[in-house]
């Protein structure tokens, strides 16, 4: 009995569907948000505690001191997370406009943005004096750097997905799911930059 | 990874896709979790490099379990079908109709339960079934509990076990009532009661199921790998101390807590946008406010517990030192983490269980809701206010002194929006027409349990009387009455409620009043008995006894082995009510919220036409003259 | 609706499901203050310090607070299923009201709700002050505690620094307790005198009391530590100062 309408959830206008869809990423994204903020309270915490005086351990008979990282390398992720940004709003305002060129460019340079981003944040990891058990400070280092790279797994499967589509011509039709990476992408740069932040007090 | 082997599989023709997915289901899963697990371990066990650098806690045993276990879970999902959607966007081969209606459960009969099945009913029916189950392994081993205490001495289980058994029959317990009204009724009711097709994301509601489905290995293979010696809350230094079993409870969190949160934002996003036309805030039945109220809720404190456990999983798997002061961790961030999480997610336990009592009052007094307001303020006042009390599980840890006080008074102001809940439950009752049923009494049982359970909350939130009870079984029988006393027995009278809508037959009467009844005195002997010992000064979680306490303990045994006998005869009920029950009318209970509006069996897409609203469904009673 | 319900009806408490609410409210309350507040010092034991008969005290004053609204809420809800009670398959007819709201009990509910709830912050916050304020003006004795699976080791500080695993403390003086642990968490209970604290490792937390009663006393492990948890257990030994001199003098160190 159902069947003559079962048709009535694709007459749904794709605003809708884009909307319900919107608002269920900014939830997950809450999640993420709280998420992200612990780590934050991780970082802060156990530096303002500094137990046993380990937050940076002082060079002892076996290891030599701890010292932080340079902090410009954590920025300069979230300026290439940035860059991504901004290349996907780029491809958005094609898409918006009923440009598939800008669209698909802005989608290719958003994907190699996230890249790059994710290849230097791995380079970065593997650069460091220390490794996750000297100390505090290098764990909560490993746990920002991780959490960075995790968020641009995700970001380089988005961008590769919102690539593809748009290039085989998916989103000529109705394009909220360019809006909503879009979301995704402004929280990545977010989130990144609040791993930059925490990393600049040693 | 193994998803690589589905791309050419449902990048092919037509047909052999759909096939794809017709051969996927729980077997499907199990096996390629199964093949993932030892893969994974296999080659973990080859090529990790041997554990040289002398860190404090690492051990390669731990790695060699966690990469065996996300094996299993990349595997068990994959093999699920949870990849195909993710992959088939990537690829931008969206689902087509006849793919999307066969995800939906579509004329598959019995088959739809073992599925990655996307219908909310079904997604309803297969938490029901999962939450019992849940419920069954955790009151065994409550059962163990008890016996094992019955007399001073215990010991009948060695001490390890015992730890064990206290550490598995919480955190079974803690999972089985978070999802116990959410999972069964916020899916399978909810959407039907505010006139929706389905769930806003009905493919993030099959994840959602499945995803507690694979965190139920994980966790009960601790039992064979040492055990969980550290309680549900796995507090550290000692969880770094325990065996490769609390790899096994990490996992499982990390996986629950991802469920959980899927699960809030589908939920809380189908009640903000799939309303029926008509059906305003003012519209909505309370139901809905504390289903959402709980699942938003955790949305944001359940992140909070699983960073707590990637973080201890990664001091106990990589030798990081987030807790171990021998490294600048401190353990007090373990605490806060997880309390944190740990107290709204009693909130997120019992607003729901309170919400269903009072979309159920006005039913059975014949009378509207009193004080619609009141009881949105009151869910309200108890969400915000829950974030904000963590810290008085942290009295006596030493943690901040100074935060005693401020901690004191935003615990005690809960009691106020609490308070609102009582009065709303109570001025529904006050001059109804009182009609006598199991969800009924389940209303009087939870006034009165949670009445004990609440005030007794109100000496432990007071600082120096819980310097002389925290960490005593004071606790633990406060808090059971609080989650069992009034969260489960609020669920129970909700199944008995909603069992006609989601089984087509009536519940048992004769065997529902009986396990009540036996449940309810049961219950009440075995936490005061509890209650007494703890007074008296018996620590919790201590699988031994001194002979001063054997009297309090007996009696608590002979209490639980009451609430057990109820609860089998509980479980009978339901099975020989869903087989072999009254048929059921579609309106049994004469109620006007929208879900009664549907026969049994609910059609796939719940409504041929969608309803309008346009009253609350409270209009019970006639005004007087 | 509210005004349908203040103007055409006889005055609340004229009616007679509300002198049967009010009657059983007052003898449940009785009955609920008197047995809890029994019972509950009769579990609690006799103090053995101020905090054990100030927190015995505050559990008796705060069941008697407690008493009329638990008392309300069981008289209330005995009172409806003592009214119009339905049994059967097929629902009642319809109350006879459709109130759904009452915003002079709503204000009230709340109104006094706050006010007991406040009152259980203010005597909570005075208590702890007392407590705290006590314990930085006394001159007390210190003592060191380690926590260790699965037993105690105290130090003597004043006294020299002798150790000992057993607890003695001089009757009807200060003693402040600094306490850690060497590897899990533990959490330093003794029980008559309602004093508790965490052993953590990394950091010394404190915890003080006065000992007022010569006896012996429980010491246990509150915070779940492992296989032994259940067995970290030690007598506390109160004692007079002179036996207390003698005793700290036999463990090599001096009075």
């Known amino acids: 009995m159902s069947v003559d309408h079962a048709h009535t959830a694709h007459h749904e206008h794709p605003d809708a569907v884009g909307s319900r869809n919107r608002l269920g990423v900014v939830l997950i994204l809450v999640a993420d948000i709280a998420f992200a903020l612990s780590v934050l309270f991780v970082y802060f915490y156990l530096r303002q505690q500094n137990v046993n005086g380990l937050w940076l351990p002082k060079a002892s008979d076996t290891a030599a001191a701890t010292t932080p990282v340079a902090v410009a390398g954590a920025w300069y992720v979230t300026i290439i997370a940035a860059l991504g940004l901004v290349t996907h709003r780029y491809a958005l305002l094609g898409a918006r406009a009923k440009n598939q060129t800008q669209l698909k460019l802005g989608s290719l340079l958003a994907l190699v943005a996230s890249v790059v981003a994710l290849a230097y944040q791995v380079i970065l990891m593997n650069g460091t004096s220390f490794t996750i058990t000297m100390g505090a400070y290098a764990s909560c280092y490993f746990l920002i750097a991780g959490l960075n790279v995790m968020h641009l797994l995700f970001t380089v499967f988005i961008a590769l997905g919102n690539w593809n589509r748009s290039r085989l011509g998916i989103y000529v039709a109705d394009h909220w799911h360019v809006d909503i990476v879009n979301v995704w992408w402004i929280w990545m740069t977010v989130s990144s930059l609040f791993g930059a932040f925490a990393l600049s007090f040693k | 990874m193994t998803t690589v082997t589905n791309r050419p599989a449902s990048a092919g023709p037509s047909a052999p896709k759909k096939a794809l997915i017709e051969r996927l289901s729980i077997i499907t899963g199990l096996l390629l979790g199964i093949v993932g697990a030892v893969l994974a371990w296999y080659l973990a066990r080859t090529f990790l490099p041997v554990n040289t650098d002398g860190s404090y806690i690492k051990t390669r045993m731990d790695q060699e379990v966690f990469i065996a276990m996300i094996g299993w879970f990349v595997g068990f999902m994959t093999g699920i079908g949870a990849l195909i959607g993710p992959f088939r966007w990537l690829l931008g081969k969206d689902l087509t109709h006849d793919e999307t209606l066969f995800y939906a459960g579509k004329d598959q009969g019995v088959k739809r339960y073992f599925r990655y099945t996307t219908d909310h009913k079904v997604v309803g029916i297969q938490y029901l079934v999962i939450t019992m189950v849940i419920f069954f392994v955790g009151g065994v081993l409550a059962m163990l509990i008890r016996t094992n205490l019955g007399h001073a001495g215990g010991n009948w289980l060695q001490p390890q076990t015992y730890n064990t058994v206290v550490g598995l029959h919480g955190i079974t317990m803690v999972v089985g009532a978070i999802i116990m009204i959410t999972g069964p009724f916020g899916n399978f009711i909810m959407p039907i009661m505010i006139g929706a097709r389905d ?48 790899d096994g409870f990490i996992m499982a969190i990390c996986i629950f807590a991802i469920s959980t949160m899927v699960a809030g934002a589908n939920i809380t996003a189908t009640a903000v946008k799939m309303r029926a036309k008509g059906m305003t805030w003012n519209r909505t039945p309370i139901f809905i406010y504390g289903v959402v109220a709980s699942v938003a809720l955790a949305l944001p404190v359940f992140p909070v517990f699983f960073l707590s456990q990637v973080l201890s999983g990664l001091d106990r798997a990589t030798g990081s030192t987030f807790f171990d002061v021998r490294g600048g961790g401190s353990p007090w961030l373990y605490e806060n983490l997880f309390w944190i999480m740990g107290h709204p997610e009693v909130y997120v336990i019992l607003i729901p269980a309170l919400a ?145 809508k989601m089984t087509g037959r009536m519940f048992d009467k004769k065997l529902g009043w009986t396990a009540f009844w036996i449940t309810q005195v049961g219950f009440n002997i ?100 | 609706m509210s005004e349908l319900e203040t103007t055409q009806r006889p005055s609340w408490w004229k009616r007679s499901d509300a002198k049967k609410a009010i009657f059983l409210w007052v003898i449940f309350t009785a009955i609920i203050g008197y047995t809890a507040s029994i019972i509950q010092s009769r579990a609690m034991g006799s103090p053995a310090s101020e905090n054990m008969s100030n927190t015995i005290n505050m559990v008796k004053i705060f069941t008697w607070a407690a008493a009329p609204v638990a008392g309300l809420v069981a008289a209330l809800t005995i009172t409806t299923l003592l009214g119009q009670r339905h049994f059967g398959d097929n629902p009642p007819p319809e109350a006879e009201h459709e109130i759904r709201n009452s915003p002079r009990v709503a204000a009230t509910w709340v109104v006094v709700s706050t006010l007991l709830c406040l009152f259980a912050v203010i005597y909570g916050m005075v208590l702890v002050q007392a407590d705290e304020n006590k314990l930085r003006t006394a001159n007390p004795i210190n003592i060191d505690v380690t926590g260790q699976q699965w037993v105690w080791n105290f130090k003597y500080v004043d006294n020299g620094g002798a150790q000992s695993a057993d607890l003695y403390l001089p009757v009807n003086k200060p003693v402040l307790f ?15 005198m309602g004093i508790k604290v965490d052993a953590n490792p990394g950091y010394v937390t404190e915890t003080g009391t006065t000992p007022n009663k010569i006896g012996v006393y429980d010491l246990r492990c509150a915070e779940l530590c492992g296989l032994y948890h259940a067995y970290m257990q030690k007598k506390v030994h109160v004692v007079s100062q002179a036996d207390y001199d003698a005793w700290v003098q036999n463990q090599g160190g001096n009075a």
């Open chain 2, 199 to 246: 769930m806003a994301f009905p493919r993030l509601n099959a994840l959602s199921f499945w995803l507690v489905v694979a965190a139920v290995p994980p966790l009960l293979s601790s039992i064979w790998l040492g055990g969980i010696p550290t309680g549900w809350s796995a507090y550290n230094p000692l969880e770094n101390q325990a065996p490769p079993g609390m």
């Open chain 2, 356 to 500: 269903a009592l009072m979309e159920m009052a006005p039913v059975f007094t014949r009378r509207p809701l009193f004080s619609f307001n009141l009881a949105i303020m009151g869910i309200a006042g108890i969400s915000g206010l829950s974030v904000l009390v963590w810290a008085h599980h942290l009295y006596v840890s030493g943690w901040a002194p100074l935060l005693n006080g401020p901690f004191m008074l935003t615990t005690e102001l809960i009691s106020i929006p609490t308070g609102m809940l009582f009065l709303v439950l109570i001025g529904t009752l006050w001059r109804g027409r009182v009609w006598i049923t199991l969800p009924t009494a389940a209303i009087y049982a939870v006034l009165f349990n949670f009445t004990i359970g609440g005030i007794t909350g109100i000496y432990l939130s007071d600082v120096s009387a819980d310097a002389a009870l925290h960490g005593s079984i004071f606790v633990t029988a406060h808090f059971h009455y609080t989650l069992m006393g009034a969260g489960l027995t609020s669920a129970i009278g909700a199944l008995v409620y909603w069992f006609p």
């Open chain 2, 526 to 625: 075995a936490f005061m008995g509890m209650f007494m010992v703890g007074l008296a000064g018996q620590p919790r979680r201590v699988g031994a006894i001194s002979a001063f306490y054997d009297k309090g303990n007996s009696i608590t045994t002979m209490g639980a082995y009451i609430i057990m006998t109820g609860m089998l005869v509980l479980l009978h009920g339901v099975v020989v009510s869903w087989v072999w029950g009254t048929k059921a009318t579609q309106n049994p209970w004469f109620a006007k919220s929208l879900e009664w509006s549907v026969a049994y069996p609910v059609p796939l897409e719940n409504f041929d036409v969608l309803p309008v609203v346009t009253e609350d469904a409270y209009g019970y009673g006639k005004a007087q003259s």
């Open chain 3, 178 to 192: 600094h306490v850690t642990s060497t590897d899990v968490m533990h959490s330093f209970w003794i029980v008559q």
